[in-house]
């Protein structure tokens, strides 16, 4: 069994220094979301994207996550893990 984990979103800093990139970021896992056949899909862009304080999960200047965002990503993969073992 795979997990496929997506592309989480950027903030609005680089989200203005590269207009459209959580536009491409979310097309991208969209086309990744359609296409995966066997596993699960953990979806880390939705989860952010639905919360208001999403940024502070993400590194303040560039496009990764910070010490908070990847350990929501681990919670999130174990979770799904645990899922997948019942």
Do not use: C, F
Not at 40 to 50: G, I, R
């Amino acid at each position: 069994q795979l997990i496929w984990v997506n592309i989480a979103p950027v903030n609005v800093y680089q989200n203005n220094d590269t207009p459209g990139a959580n536009d491409s970021i979310a097309k991208y896992n969209n086309v990744l979301k359609e296409n995966i056949k066997d596993g699960y899909l953990v979806d880390v862009y939705s989860l952010l994207m639905n919360k208001n304080d999403y940024e502070k999960y993400l590194h303040p200047i560039d496009s990764h996550l910070n010490v908070l965002g990847n350990k929501l990503y681990a919670e999130q993969i174990i979770e799904k893990l645990r899922q997948i073992l019942k």
